[in-house]
């Protein structure tokens, strides 16, 4: 099949993932087999298979499509093998990152590396292992000192000698970088600058195959829920989200997941790092969609506000993280879905997390940061973010903005094929949204 053949196949995959029923799940199904058997040759067609079986395995219409997709996702690295070396750095861009088969390298906290090393820096699989990556170690010098008080015979090279080889000391030693950040404190270790080549190759950390446990997975036999399905009023009236707090080891063990899904996108989330594993929370929002959410150690404490952090999961898959902060009954959110899934039931979930975290906290007004919105943050304004927040009911507070909002909405409201200028959104976006909730758990709009 050609290049441009294959491009077909995967304009066809792309369309199937919105259509519902029987036939459609059929077609899906026929369509992943022929892709799976290709041979492909483009790296960024390889790519766009990858990140729809990866959407079509989190928003299955059936379970032969949820069936397939696993297995073709855990079987994706057959597929990167056959590309050649500079196509595989391609696949390590920070907005492809992750695809099983694939390498990262990176710096990562302490905590983070501390994770990683935990869990893969023993690992005698060369295709699963976490390690220095020395050859882009620019400074490896910076860990003289520390090497040197560590390892017996080395402090006369750190002394004396005018070119150590630490990276010829450190594996005459047969040390790991488990061994390094277990006996480097974090303050020093993060100054080092340590870069971490990870070589994902069949580990479950890889995008492709990561996965929390699920005894039931929600099917989409029908329309995906729109923000026109959706009302923060009607969503407040209904009755309790059920949480409960995890045991030790199960807290454990998301966190691992939640530092995986993290580190392979190139992202470190404050609350992720310092994670309050006592009290870990898990909330099942329904439609197949789970949270795992949490507070930052005692001395991690913000100063002035109250923290929250977690990472959600739609049948499984990760799909996207938030991150709360809040005083006075009055709480931020920093919503991220990832860029795979922004076809998905979006709104449904925004409504979702600010119900679960009034009941958790009691927050009576939500507030969305003006970076959320657009401001310096050129993906927000692509997307149009502003109007997502303004159509579920958060208004600006500054009178000028508002303003020039009931402008826009008037001239979207008179032509059907009117879109909002860059320049428009960017101003839209210069102060945060608000939406409260009063005292009956009913929305009002402030």
Same mark, same amino acid.
């Given at each position: 099949?050609?290049?441009?053949?294959?491009?077909?196949?995967?304009?066809?995959?792309?369309?199937?993932?919105?259509?519902?029923?029987?036939?459609?799940?059929?077609?899906?199904?026929?369509?992943?087999?022929?892709?799976?058997?290709?041979?492909?040759?483009?790296?960024?067609?390889?790519?766009?298979?990858?990140?729809?079986?990866?959407?079509?395995?989190?928003?299955?219409?059936?379970?032969?499509?949820?069936?397939?997709?696993?297995?073709?996702?855990?079987?994706?690295?057959?597929?990167?093998?056959?590309?050649?070396?500079?196509?595989?750095?391609?696949?390590?861009?920070?907005?492809?990152?992750?695809?099983?088969?694939?390498?990262?390298?990176?710096?990562?906290?302490?905590?983070?590396?501390?994770?990683?090393?935990?869990?893969?820096?023993?690992?005698?699989? %060369?295709? +699963? /292992?976490?390690?220095? @990556?020395?050859?882009?170690?620019?400074?490896?010098?910076? $860990? #003289?000192? *520390?090497? =040197?008080?560590?390892?017996?015979?080395?402090?006369?090279?750190?002394?004396?000698?005018?070119?150590?080889?630490?990276?010829?000391?450190?594996?005459?030693?047969?040390?790991?970088?488990?061994?390094?950040?277990? %006996?480097? +404190? /974090?303050?020093?270790? @993060?100054?080092?600058?340590?870069?971490?080549?990870?070589? $994902? #190759?069949? *580990?479950? =950390?890889?995008?492709?195959?990561?996965?929390?446990?699920?005894?039931?997975?929600?099917?989409?036999?029908?329309?995906?829920?729109?923000?026109?399905?959706?009302?923060?009023?009607?969503?407040?009236?209904?009755?309790?989200?059920?949480?409960?707090?995890? @045991?030790?080891?199960?807290?454990?063990?998301?966190?691992?997941?939640?530092?995986?899904?993290?580190?392979?996108?190139?992202?470190?989330?404050?609350?992720?790092?310092?994670?309050?594993?006592?009290?870990?929370?898990?909330?099942?929002?329904?439609?197949?969609?789970?949270?795992?959410?949490?507070?930052?150690?005692?001395?991690?404490?913000?100063?002035?506000?109250?923290?929250?952090?977690?990472?959600?999961?739609?049948?499984?898959?990760?799909?996207?993280?938030?991150?709360?902060?809040?005083?006075?009954?009055?709480?931020?959110?920093?919503?991220?879905?990832?860029?795979?899934?922004?076809?998905?039931?979006?709104?449904?979930?925004?409504?979702?997390?600010?119900?679960?975290?009034?009941?958790?906290?009691?927050?009576?007004?939500?507030?969305?940061?003006?970076?959320?919105?657009?401001?310096?943050?050129?993906?927000?304004?692509?997307?149009?973010?502003?109007?997502?927040?303004?159509?579920?009911?958060?208004?600006?507070?500054?009178?000028?903005?508002?303003?020039?909002?009931?402008?826009?909405?008037?001239?979207?409201?008179?032509?059907?094929?009117?879109?909002?200028?860059?320049?428009?959104?960017?101003?839209?976006?210069?102060?945060?949204?608000?939406?409260?909730?009063?005292?009956?758990?009913?929305?009002?709009?402030?």
């Amino acid at each position: 099949m050609s290049v441009v053949h294959r491009k077909r196949l995967l304009d066809s995959l792309e369309t199937a993932k919105g259509q519902f029923g029987a036939q459609a799940a059929g077609r899906v199904v026929s369509l992943l087999k022929q892709a799976s058997q290709q041979q492909w040759c483009e790296v960024q067609q390889l790519i766009r298979f990858h990140e729809i079986v990866l959407y079509l395995r989190a928003y299955p219409q059936d379970r032969r499509v949820l069936n397939l997709a696993d297995k073709i996702l855990f079987g994706f690295g057959k597929h990167v093998r056959q590309m050649p070396a500079d196509a595989l750095l391609e696949m390590e861009e920070p907005e492809v990152s992750g695809i099983a088969s694939t390498a990262m390298s990176t710096y990562f906290s302490h905590v983070f590396t501390h994770s990683l090393a935990r869990r893969y820096g023993n690992a005698t699989r %060369h295709d +699963n /292992a976490v390690e220095i @990556d020395w050859e882009n170690f620019a400074h490896p010098e910076r $860990l #003289g000192r *520390t090497l =040197a008080k560590l390892i017996p015979g080395a402090f006369e090279d750190w002394a004396i000698a005018p070119h150590t080889d630490w990276r010829k000391i450190y594996h005459q030693n047969r040390l790991t970088l488990a061994w390094l950040v277990e %006996h480097v +404190n /974090a303050e020093v270790f @993060d100054l080092f600058e340590v870069p971490i080549l990870w070589q $994902l #190759g069949s *580990t479950n =950390a890889s995008r492709s195959r990561t996965r929390i446990s699920r005894k039931e997975f929600f099917y989409h036999d029908g329309p995906f829920l729109t923000r026109k399905d959706v009302s923060v009023a009607d969503e407040f009236s209904r009755g309790k989200i059920r949480v409960r707090r995890l @045991d030790q080891r199960p807290a454990q063990e998301v966190w691992d997941v939640i530092v995986d899904a993290s580190a392979v996108r190139y992202r470190e989330l404050y609350g992720f790092e310092y994670p309050d594993l006592a009290n870990i929370f898990h909330a099942d929002l329904g439609r197949g969609m789970d949270i795992y959410f949490f507070g930052v150690q005692k001395e991690w404490k913000l100063p002035s506000r109250e923290y929250v952090c977690g990472m959600y999961f739609k049948n499984g898959v990760p799909v996207g993280y938030v991150e709360c902060m809040w005083a006075n009954q009055r709480m931020e959110i920093g919503f991220n879905l990832y860029y795979t899934f922004r076809q998905g039931e979006t709104a449904w979930l925004y409504v979702r997390l600010m119900k679960l975290f009034h009941q958790q906290y009691g927050v009576t007004s939500f507030s969305i940061d003006p970076y959320q919105l657009g401001h310096e943050n050129e993906e927000a304004i692509a997307s149009g973010a502003f109007w997502f927040y303004y159509k579920l009911g958060f208004l600006p507070e500054n009178k000028a903005v508002a303003a020039l909002a009931t402008r826009e909405m008037e001239k979207i409201s008179a032509r059907s094929d009117y879109r909002t200028p860059a320049p428009t959104l960017r101003k839209l976006a210069a102060g945060a949204v608000v939406v409260a909730v009063d005292s009956h758990t009913k929305a009002a709009v402030s």
